[in-house]
């Protein structure tokens, strides 16, 4: 190509940010060259890779901001501990499609059932299909929440969360806590009703959950927003970390 020619295309290539196609264009006008490939096909080549280099990109910048521990994934997790029922609606799950309903998910177990493990793996999935997924724990949430409370700006942090399809909450009930911070626990989920997925872990069942906000009647009213619409995954099984244990004892004893 011309000097000046080329000089011109970069330059509009950098003006219009189509940062792979100006570093890729000259190797795949080579190779169209070679295969006699028409000029759409040439153009859909390059656009095709400034495409996936930028959703590579997208994605990754999703993984970082959405707090999830990247090491717990679907190719950590082993589904053979789960029943057949269990695996099929995970792989149901994992396409997505329960957050255009703004449905929440559940999933209840013992400590080591793989809970978080399950959810942030099903978290990741959802990233990976351009979804904007935000991870937590109950604990941590609650100190955020009571902190924008304190400094009148719930307001703004709602409208901060709101931006997330999905939010995931690890862990309510697992350490106890004050009815200040339930109440504005409460508040959170009786704003993204009906507005955004709320995906929890929980070890206590809904029946002991009145633990968890201290008053029956904002139990029940908190319940009924979450199970409204909702699909609960309940993982009775073993804990992971004790069978692990005991797996890593009985090799020693060998």
Request: aromatic share 8%; proline share 2%.
């Amino acid at each position: 190509m011309d000097k000046r020619l080329q000089s011109r295309l970069q330059s509009y290539l950098d003006e219009l940010c189509l940062t792979t196609a100006r570093k890729r264009y000259a190797d795949i006008a080579v190779k169209a060259q070679k295969n006699s490939w028409e000029h759409e096909l040439y153009l859909l080549e390059v656009m095709q890779e400034e495409s996936e280099t930028r959703r590579t990109k997208r994605i990754d910048r999703l993984l970082r901001k959405s707090g999830l521990p990247l090491e717990k994934n679907f190719d950590t997790f082993d589904l053979k501990r789960l029943s057949q029922k269990l695996r099929q609606q995970i792989k149901v799950l994992a396409d997505g499609a329960f957050l255009e309903h703004h449905e929440n998910i559940l999933i209840f177990g013992n400590p080591g059932s793989g809970k978080t493990h399950l959810i942030c793996a099903i978290g990741q999935e959802l990233i990976r299909q351009d979804k904007r997924v935000y991870f937590t724990t109950c604990a941590l949430l609650l100190q955020e929440l009571l902190a924008a409370k304190r400094d009148l700006k719930l307001p703004k942090l709602f409208k901060k969360l709101n931006r997330y399809q999905a939010i995931i909450i690890d862990d309510i009930g697992y350490v106890q806590q004050g009815k200040e911070e339930m109440e504005v626990l409460f508040t959170l989920l009786a704003e993204r009703y009906e507005r955004g997925t709320v995906m929890i872990t929980s070890n206590l069942p809904f029946s002991k959950w009145e633990k968890i906000f201290k008053d029956p009647m904002m139990t029940a009213a908190a319940i009924d927003r979450i199970i409204h619409h909702s699909i609960i995954l309940e993982l009775n099984i073993p804990s992971y970390r004790i069978n692990h244990a005991k797996d890593r004892k009985n090799r020693e004893r060998g």
